[in-house]
């Protein structure tokens, strides 16, 4: 086993730890989080500089590489600031389920507006009464053939880019009659300005540079070569991208998270005097950093070596998948929330951040599955099917 980085490795993860510091100053970070705005400036920086798109192929505009170069780049990204950073790393969710399905006219067309800032994408994959309910029964939102069309009608929630970006990448019922019901999803290519779409932005606790919003679509035509890949292959594309997603688009800023709201926990019991001392002299303080530095260090473990195995393979291992997913997400809020209580009153104030990473984290636990949901997957693995 070798746990080091290479030298193309170290220097793109120097090279995005120097972007991220002289891009996503806190003064920065802090106007996006109260203005509520998509950091477009440093987005079309960052593609210039090829860290959009770090890992989709070369002929599409972007560099070529692989998984773990584009988690290092999304975790310092999020160490200097994490809904602005995670957002300026990527160009969305779900251009993989195009890389791996699409026609190479799709791809042709799609992929490189996205790795060259000209606009960002969107995916669509829950529903306002599912959750992360896929299976159980026929999607609620469907895509029904009419000549050489389909014709959409429902609505999807929780989608990021939704208001600002040109297309998006929607799960639909293709065939309601097929069982098991998800056996009949099929993913569709929808440019945003068809006729009959809908975008609501939800006012949210945190994330506030990524709007997130709901999608209505009423009697929406597209035509049939907007299809990925083959009728009844929507759900397997949408997992197989979801499983490679949680590494490096929640494992990696998760990690990220934890280790800018640490950062300036250190930083401060570093230098933070009480009683005529500094407070990180207090056990109860120097434990609290020890345990912090720990958690962080075993989610960035894990999810290394996720995104190795992916890079290795080819293809992501589910159950690893879920357990970097909730327990990055997880200890992100944990490393968060003590680095408030080290600050004291001061943590609970938006100038020292640690409560934006707070707010951040949170999301991060919800987002692609609650952790819930991911160690039922887990356990499924463990035990298979007990009678």
Same mark, same amino acid.
């Given at each position: 086993?070798?746990?080091?980085?290479?030298?193309?490795?170290?220097?793109?993860?120097?090279?995005?730890?120097?972007?991220?510091?002289?891009?996503?100053?806190?003064?920065?970070?802090?106007?996006?989080?109260?203005?509520?705005?998509?950091?477009?400036?440093?987005?079309?920086?960052?593609?210039?500089?090829?860290?959009?798109?770090?890992?989709?192929?070369?002929?599409?505009?972007?560099?070529?590489?692989?998984?773990?170069?584009?988690?290092?780049?999304?975790?310092?990204?999020?160490?200097?600031?994490?809904?602005?950073?995670?957002?300026?790393?990527?160009?969305?969710?779900?251009?993989?389920?195009?890389?791996?399905?699409?026609?190479?006219?799709?791809?042709?067309?799609?992929?490189?507006?996205?790795?060259?800032?000209?606009?960002?994408?969107?995916?669509?994959?829950?529903?306002?009464?599912?959750?992360?309910?896929?299976?159980?029964?026929?999607?609620?939102?469907?895509?029904?053939?009419?000549?050489?069309?389909?014709?959409?009608?429902?609505?999807?929630?929780?989608?990021?880019?939704?208001?600002?970006?040109?297309?998006?990448?929607?799960?639909?019922?293709?065939?309601?009659?097929?069982?098991?019901?998800?056996?009949?999803?099929?993913?569709?290519?929808?440019?945003?300005?068809?006729?009959?779409?809908?975008?609501?932005?939800?006012?949210?606790?945190?994330?506030?540079?990524?709007?997130?919003?709901?999608?209505?679509?009423?009697?929406?035509?597209?035509?049939?070569?907007?299809?990925?890949?083959?009728?009844?292959?929507?759900?397997?594309?949408?997992?197989?991208?979801?499983?490679?997603?949680?590494?490096?688009?929640? +494992? %990696?800023?998760? /990690?990220?998270?934890?280790?800018? &709201?640490?950062?300036?926990?250190?930083?401060?019991? *570093?230098?933070?005097? #009480?009683?005529?001392?500094?407070?990180?002299?207090?056990?109860?303080?120097?434990?609290?950093?020890?345990?912090?530095?720990?958690?962080?260090?075993?989610?960035?473990?894990?999810?290394?070596? +996720? %995104?190795?195995? /992916?890079?290795?393979?080819?293809? &992501?291992?589910?159950?690893?998948?879920?357990?970097? *997913?909730?327990?990055? #997400?997880?200890?992100?809020?944990?490393?968060?929330?003590?680095?408030?209580?080290?600050?004291?009153?001061?943590?609970?104030?938006?100038?020292?951040?640690?409560?934006?990473?707070?707010?951040?984290?949170?999301?991060?636990?919800?987002?692609?599955?609650?952790?819930?949901?991911?160690?039922?997957?887990?356990?499924?693995?463990?035990?298979?099917?007990?009678?």
């Amino acid at each position: 086993m070798d746990f080091e980085l290479n030298k193309e490795q170290r220097d793109i993860q120097k090279a995005a730890k120097k972007f991220a510091k002289n891009e996503l100053s806190k003064d920065y970070v802090l106007e996006i989080e109260r203005s509520h705005r998509f950091p477009w400036e440093v987005f079309k920086k960052s593609c210039e500089l090829g860290f959009v798109g770090i890992d989709i192929p070369k002929e599409y505009g972007g560099q070529g590489l692989n998984l773990l170069e584009r988690a290092l780049v999304a975790e310092e990204f999020c160490r200097c600031g994490a809904g602005v950073g995670l957002h300026s790393s990527g160009p969305g969710l779900g251009v993989e389920i195009m890389l791996w399905y699409g026609s190479e006219e799709q791809k042709k067309k799609c992929i490189p507006p996205l790795c060259s800032g000209e606009t960002v994408m969107a995916s669509a994959f829950t529903e306002p009464d599912r959750g992360s309910d896929l299976v159980t029964s026929p999607l609620s939102t469907t895509a029904l053939k009419d000549g050489n069309n389909y014709i959409i009608n429902g609505t999807k929630t929780f989608i990021t880019f939704a208001n600002i970006a040109k297309f998006i990448i929607v799960l639909c019922q293709t065939d309601p009659k097929a069982k098991p019901p998800y056996k009949g999803q099929s993913t569709l290519i929808v440019e945003l300005d068809r006729e009959g779409i809908k975008v609501t932005e939800f006012e949210k606790m945190g994330w506030h540079a990524a709007p997130t919003t709901e999608v209505s679509f009423s009697n929406v035509r597209v035509p049939h070569e907007n299809l990925i890949g083959e009728e009844g292959q929507g759900f397997y594309q949408s997992i197989q991208f979801l499983d490679r997603f949680r590494i490096a688009g929640v +494992g %990696a800023p998760s /990690v990220g998270i934890a280790q800018g &709201a640490f950062d300036r926990a250190l930083d401060y019991a *570093k230098n933070r005097e #009480a009683f005529g001392v500094k407070i990180g002299t207090f056990q109860a303080i120097s434990h609290k950093l020890a345990e912090m530095a720990t958690k962080i260090e075993a989610a960035r473990v894990l999810t290394y070596k +996720g %995104a190795w195995q /992916v890079d290795g393979k080819g293809q &992501a291992d589910p159950k690893l998948s879920s357990i970097i *997913k909730w327990y990055s #997400a997880r200890i992100a809020v944990e490393v968060c929330d003590e680095a408030i209580e080290i600050f004291g009153g001061h943590g609970y104030m938006l100038e020292n951040e640690v409560e934006m990473f707070y707010r951040d984290a949170r999301a991060l636990e919800i987002v692609e599955g609650t952790r819930e949901i991911h160690k039922n997957t887990i356990a499924r693995f463990l035990l298979g099917k007990l009678k």
